[in-house]
Every structure is written in structure tokens, then in C-alpha cells.
């Protein structure tokens, strides 16, 4: 009796021990399909924006040339939701103020309804201006250089997005557009003082951006988290900095935003966001009251009221780069589509509208099938960030834009945002470094600090910091060499 219940009691052990290697091999196999699926969803993404285009000009005897700029529309789409939607919403998944799932699903939604309600601006010039149309000969030429700008962005991208570097998207359209055209044209196509100033903003963006965040965090730390009674002083000042974030995205989305649905000054732009801030201040002075009642005097505490404003700035973010930066990332395929068409080529380019729902369809499924791991990054792998200096993130974001158009600056959003959380993340290292200092100064004869401890209070993750601006630097010159390459093979495939 007892071997038998020693055999039972052993065959169960063993069938447990099994069943678990089949468990962990479900879960083994369902993690490793994941990008399967992924990958599978964005081929068919891509064959329908191809088979849709196709449809569209059907009649044209460049159907195939139109469904095939599509498809690689759509493939750079994907990409634009992978890695520059991750700036957006990075902040506020590092922060805890969102989970992934709700980020993701704000952003789509806000993305959409920025590129689709206010994204249908125009391309004043052939992707900005970067090459003289004249100078390329032909509207095939035109065409075939496009195409190699396109696809080199779109494949660079990618890279930058699979390396872990969030890098500007429009930066590497810029680029993709200047290879095509030396390479078509010679130098002389290319307009140097264009591309001068836009290597001025990959100075100019993250420097700003992370000044201004600094400064921000720096402020709130002064008035809110180091007084005596932190709920009191935040009752006082989250209004106020609320209401300015308000007013900033206001005039940001006014002036950035919706200039295709209605095209006012800055000075106007300015007045619209000061009535709006001083409105949701006041809005916020009773609802930042109610939210504070009953909180403890105490850092954790004050995490509570800057949480709602952070995941509607996230929002904000979004929508407005729908609206600006999408129609300039698929600039390029409406150039193709007008090229290929009867009007041939022109100075300026109107957007489509069904290229416009490739771009915005396109940022949302690369957003959720791919943008997770760029998010986690931007959001808690450069630094830790918290509620507080996730809003000074965001906040420096529109602030840096409004301050860029006035000057007349060339900035990337990318360079800014990131920017932001790189400033956050070195002013809490010298300000910690700071406190150090002088309450070593107070102690008679310190104790020397050792350089594993100096490198333990590093507060921002150097192999991130090398890795995204290496990435930035070279950005525009490696799309415009893979476009160049790209344009050769075309036009030598082509005949």
C-alpha cells in the first residue's frame, strides 16, 4: 500500500515537473511571437497603404510607381510612431502618471486626430526648401529621388529605433532629401543655408530643452518642495504652473498646430495662450484645494497634483506633433503622388487626404506594436524621473518651441523633449553634488569620497547620453548617404 502511494505521489511529481516545462514553454513561445505578430500587422498595414494608392490611381501609368512610394510611406509611418511618439509620452510612463497601455491608447488617439483635424498643412517647398526642384531635370528624376529620400529616413529610422536612440524624424527626411538631390544634381541642388540652420538646431533644441527644464525643476524645488509646509506652497503655485503649461500649449497649438485650419500672428497666438492660462489657473485654484486635502506633508504627497496635468500635457504633445511634424515626415510621398500625377511637379505640395490617413493611421500602429521599448527608455532608462520633473519636461517642450518660432530658431521636438529629460537629469546631479559639498564643508576632516561612490551619484545614464547624441550628429549625413546610395540603384534598375 505504501509503494503504491509512493508511485502515486511520484508520478504526480513528475507529471507537475512536465506540465510546468509546458507552461513555460507556452510562455516561452507567446513572448518570442510577439514581434511575429507585430511584424506581421505592420506587413499588412504596408500592402493595404500599397493596394489603397493603387486604387487611387488606377488610371495613372504610374500606379505602380504611386503604390510602391505608398508602401514605403507606410513603413515610415510605423516608424515615426516606434520612436518619435516615445518623446511624448516617455515622460509620463516614467513618471507612473501613466501605464503603458493608456499612454499608448492617448497617444493614437491624440496623434490621429492631430494629423487628420490639423495636419493637412502645406510643404511651402520641396521638403523645406533643402533642394532646387529646377536643378533635378525631370518630374522622373524628381520622383526617383523622392522615393530614395523616403525609404533611406524611413530605414534609418528604424535603426535609430532598434539601437534604442530617439532621433527627429524630420531630420532624417531633411536628410534623405539632401542625399537624393547631390546625388541627382550635384551640390550645387542643395540649399547649404537651409541645412546650415538646421545643424544649428541640433545645438540649439536639446540646449534650450534642458535649460528650461532645469530651470523649472530648479523653481519648483525652491518654492514648493524645499518650504516648510510643501501642501501650502503647492496649493499656491501648481495653479500657477498649470495655468502656464495651459497658456504655453494653447499658444504652441495655435500657432504650431492648427495653422492649416486657421493662420494667426504670434502676437495672436501669444494673446489666445495668456487668456487661456489665466483661465485654467483659474480653474485649478479650487481643484488643486480638493486635492490636497488630507495630504501629508511630504514629497510623496505633492506627486498627486502634478499627475493630471502631466497626462494632459502628454496629450497635447501629441496631438501637436500629429498636426506638424506628420505632414512634414510624409511630405516626400505627396510629392511623388503630385509628381506622378497630371500637375506634375510644383514649388508647393498639398498633402492628400489619403496620405494624410496613411501618416496618421501608420504613427499609431508603429506607436503600439513597437513604441513600448523606446518609451520605457526615454522615460526611466536616461534618468529617474517622478510627476514634478516629468512636468518640467513637458513644460520646457512647449515653452522651447514658443521661444524658437519668436527667435526664428530651427528646433527638432525630438532634440527638445529629450533635451528636457537630459536637463532634468544633470541638474539633479550637480545639485545633489552641491548639498554633498557643503554638508562635507560642515563636517571637520571628511572622509575622502571614493570614485565608485562618485560614479554611484551619477544621475544620468552615460552609455543613454552617447548613444542618442552620437545618433543625433550623424542623423542627417547617414540618411543622406543611404539616400544617395539608394537613388543610384533606382535610377540604374530604372534605366
Known amino acids: 500500500m505504501t509503494d503504491s502511494r509512493d508511485f502515486e505521489a511520484r508520478h504526480l511529481e513528475t507529471l507537475d515537473r512536465d506540465l510546468g516545462r509546458f507552461s513555460n514553454l507556452e510562455i516561452a513561445t507567446s513572448y518570442a511571437g510577439r514581434p511575429a505578430v507585430g511584424f506581421g500587422i505592420a506587413f499588412l498595414f504596408v500592402a493595404v497603404a500599397a493596394l489603397a494608392a493603387g486604387l487611387f490611381f488606377q488610371q495613372s501609368p504610374n500606379t505602380v510607381i504611386v503604390a510602391v512610394a505608398a508602401a514605403i510611406g507606410a513603413y515610415m509611418a510605423l516608424n515615426i510612431g516606434a520612436n518619435d511618439v516615445a518623446n511624448n509620452m516617455g515622460p509620463a510612463v516614467g513618471a507612473r502618471a501613466l501605464t503603458m497601455g493608456g499612454a499608448i491608447a492617448i497617444a493614437a488617439v491624440c496623434e490621429t486626430a492631430g494629423a487628420l483635424l490639423a495636419g493637412g498643412d502645406v510643404v511651402g517647398t520641396i521638403a523645406k526648401g533643402i533642394i532646387d526642384v529646377d536643378s533635378l531635370g525631370s518630374s522622373r528624376t524628381f520622383v526617383w529621388a523622392m522615393l530614395a529620400a523616403l525609404l533611406s529616413s524611413a530605414i534609418w529610422v528604424n535603426l535609430a529605433t532598434w539601437i534604442g536612440a530617439p532621433v527627429s524624424t524630420t531630420h532624417s527626411v531633411v536628410g534623405g532629401v539632401m542625399g537624393a538631390g547631390i546625388a541627382a544634381a550635384g551640390f550645387g541642388a542643395v540649399s547649404w543655408p537651409t541645412m546650415g540652420a538646421i545643424a544649428l538646431s541640433w545645438v540649439v533644441s536639446p540646449l534650450l530643452g534642458g535649460t528650461v527644464a532645469a530651470g523649472v525643476l530648479w523653481f519648483i524645488k525652491a518654492r514648493i518642495i524645499?518650504?516648510?509646509?510643501?501642501?501650502?506652497?503647492?496649493?499656491?503655485?501648481?495653479?500657477?504652473?498649470?495655468?502656464?503649461?495651459?497658456?504655453?500649449?494653447?499658444?504652441?497649438?495655435?500657432?504650431?498646430?492648427?495653422?492649416?485650419?486657421?493662420?494667426?500672428?504670434?502676437?495672436?497666438?501669444?494673446?489666445?495662450?495668456?487668456?487661456?492660462?489665466?483661465?485654467?489657473?483659474?480653474?485649478?485654484?479650487?481643484?488643486?484645494?480638493?486635492?490636497?486635502r488630507g495630504l501629508e506633508n511630504r514629497n510623496k504627497s505633492l506627486k498627486v497634483l502634478f499627475a493630471v496635468p502631466l497626462i494632459v500635457s502628454a496629450g497635447l504633445l501629441s496631438f501637436a506633433h500629429g498636426a506638424n511634424d506628420v505632414a512634414n515626415a510624409v511630405g516626400p510621398l505627396a510629392a511623388i503622388v503630385q509628381a506622378s500625377g497630371s500637375e506634375g511637379v510644383a514649388g508647393t505640395i498639398g498633402i492628400p487626404a489619403w496620405v494624410m490617413v496613411i501618416g496618421a493611421f501608420g504613427i499609431s500602429f508603429g506607436l503600439f506594436l513597437f513604441g513600448p521599448r523606446l518609451i520605457r527608455m526615454v522615460g526611466g532608462e536616461i534618468t529617474k524621473l517622478n510627476p514634478m520633473r516629468a512636468y518640467c519636461v513637458a513644460l520646457s517642450a512647449a515653452l522651447t518651441v514658443i521661444a524658437a518660432s519668436w527667435l526664428g530658431l530651427p528646433v527638432s521636438s525630438t532634440h527638445i523633449a529629450v533635451g528636457g529629460v537630459f536637463g532634468v537629469g544633470f541638474f539633479r546631479e550637480w545639485h545633489t553634488e552641491r548639498r554633498m559639498r557643503a554638508a562635507r564643508l560642515a563636517v571637520p576632516n571628511p572622509p575622502a569620497v571614493a570614485a565608485e561612490e562618485r560614479a554611484r551619484r551619477k544621475l544620468v545614464r552615460r552609455s543613454h547620453f552617447l548613444t542618442i547624441v552620437a545618433a543625433w550628429l550623424i542623423t542627417v549625413p547617414a540618411a543622406a548617404i543611404l539616400s544617395g546610395v539608394l537613388f543610384l540603384i533606382v535610377t540604374t534598375l530604372a534605366g
Open 226 to 292: 524645499y518650504r516648510d509646509d510643501k501642501i501650502a506652497a503647492a496649493r499656491v503655485w501648481v495653479p500657477v504652473l498649470t495655468g502656464l503649461m495651459g497658456g504655453a500649449f494653447a499658444t504652441y497649438i495655435v500657432m504650431k498646430g492648427l495653422k492649416s485650419v486657421i493662420d494667426v500672428g504670434f502676437g495672436a497666438a501669444l494673446f489666445i495662450g495668456l487668456v487661456a492660462g489665466v483661465g485654467i489657473g483659474a480653474i485649478m485654484v479650487p481643484v488643486v484645494r480638493r486635492q490636497a
